[in-house]
């Protein structure tokens, strides 16, 4: 499996900003289609965003116009950029790459917590 490490969580008003970042190992990002997930407590996990091997995003309605996903695959990194953050995107959220027939491999997670 690709290791993938996600950094760039944290404690921020309502308001705020934060950029999530992905990073891995190998080749194999740059061919990938890749997404950031989440999990808030005591909810399912969500898609949030997702970006193609060229460049195509797609987003949750519930993040558009807020947040942008992007990739830089020379540095085999993907980041979320989280503008005007609310309360309810408070969760846990991880990074994934799609592995086709192999199935996706995920992060560990990075924690961002947005107060009121």
């Known amino acids: 499996q690709v290791q993938l490490v996600e950094s760039g969580g944290g404690l921020v008003q309502a308001g705020g900003s934060l950029r999530l970042s992905c990073a891995g190992s190998g080749s194999i990002f740059s061919s990938r289609a890749m997404a950031w997930y989440r999990q808030a407590p005591g909810k399912q996990r969500e898609l949030v965003a997702a970006i193609t091997s060229g460049g195509s995003t797609n987003y949750a309605d519930s993040v558009k116009g807020r947040f942008t996903i992007s990739r830089d695959n020379a540095k085999n990194t993907v980041y979320l950029q989280m503008n005007s953050l609310k309360p309810e995107d408070t969760a846990v959220y991880y990074c994934?790459?799609?592995?086709?027939?192999?199935?996706?491999?995920w992060g560990r997670g990075t924690q961002v917590t947005v107060s009121s």
């Open positions: 994934m790459i799609d592995m086709g027939y192999r199935g996706p491999d």
